[in-house]
């Protein structure tokens, strides 16, 4: 079972960027494809990104295209999010899962391991 951490949350400004840090123990992530959710107040869990295990390529969810990159490193067992031009309507708790496997695909990472989270807020 791998344990993950999400941290990098935090408050900032519409317009502003943080990196979110997901840092796995336990196990390797090699294996692993990595994805980034988040949940607003009142609001489903909405998948944005994913990374493949098998080579990296990445998946983003129309919302969050262009404004956010996933990346992995797995040297260091840890996947990053990194998003830039935040805006009010990003505000929402943060999740990083990981399953193993070579490719995202339409996984819900419901057999993966998640995280505790982390809060975003994005003040206007």
């Known amino acids: 079972q791998v344990q993950l951490v999400e941290s990098g949350g935090g408050l900032v400004q519409s317009g502003g960027s943080l990196k979110l840090s997901c840092t796995a123990s336990?196990?390797?992530?090699?294996?692993?494809?990595i994805g980034w959710f988040r949940q607003a107040p009142g609001k489903g869990r909405e998948q944005i990104s994913c990374?493949?295990?098998?080579?990296?390529?990445?998946l983003y969810a129309d919302s969050v295209k262009g404004r956010f990159t996933i990346s992995r490193d797995n040297s260091k067992n840890s996947a990053y999010l990194q998003m830039n031009d935040l805006q009010p309507v990003d505000t929402a708790v943060y999740y990083c899962?990981?399953?193993?496997?070579?490719?995202?695909?339409?996984?819900?990472?419901?057999?993966?391991?998640w995280g505790q989270g982390t809060q975003v807020t994005v003040s206007s």
């Open positions: 336990g196990v390797s992530l090699e294996p692993f494809f």
């Open positions: 990374i493949n295990s098998a080579d990296r390529s990445t």
């Open positions: 899962a990981a399953e193993r496997g070579p490719w995202c695909g339409y996984s819900d990472f419901s057999s993966g391991s």
